[in-house]
C-alpha cells in the first residue's frame, strides 16, 4: 500500500523536526528568527556575566571610565610617559647667592637677582610674590660640597613682596658674609 506524504504530515512530526533543527543549530535559528542585530545590552545581561576575555583589546577607552575609577593599583607605571613638569616641581624657587652677593645662575630657579646690601645681609629677589611662601635658607658653597660654620636666617623683605632678606651670621653670632642657598616652596 502506498501512503501519501500529505498524510505523514502531522503536527507532531512537524514539531519533532523543528525541536531537532533548533537543537543542533544550538538556538542560532532562533536568533535568526527572531532577535535583531545589537539588541542586546545591558539590561538583557546578567551581572558578572561579560569576563575580561570576553573585551575586546583597546575596547575600553578613557572615555568610557568614569572619573576616579582607577586607582594606581590599575595602572602599569611602565606604561606612562615621563612627567614634563617632573624635572623641577612648579611650586619651588631656589637661590645660590656666593658670599659676594652675586646670583649662581645654574643652580637657581625662578631667581632674578640678588644684592649684599652689607655685611652678612643680602636681598634675593624672585620671579613672584613670595609672601606667604616657606622659605628655608642654609649655608652652602656653590659648586663645593662640605660642613659649613655659623648661622642663616631669612624672612620676607619688607616693601618688596618678591623679595627676602637674609642674614648670615658667624658662630659667635656676628654679621658675617657667607655662600647660601634659599628655597622658596609656595
Known sequence: MKTSLKSRITYANVASTLAIVMVVGGGGTAVAAGVARNSVGSP??????????????????????????LTGADIRESTLGR?????????????????AGTLVPGQSTGATSSVRLSAGQYEVSFNRNVRGCAIAPSLSSPGAGGLFTGEIQATGRAGNDNAVHVITLSSAGALTDRSFTVLAVC
Open 44 to 69: 538583557q545581561l546578567k551581572t558578572g556575566a561579560v569576563k575580561t576575555v570576553d573585551i575586546g583589546r583597546n575596547a575600553v577607552t578613557s572615555a568610557k571610565v568614569g572619573p576616579n575609577a
Open 83 to 99: 612627567v614634563p613638569s617632573a624635572d623641577r616641581a612648579a611650586n619651588l624657587l631656589a637661590a645660590t647667592v656666593q658670599s
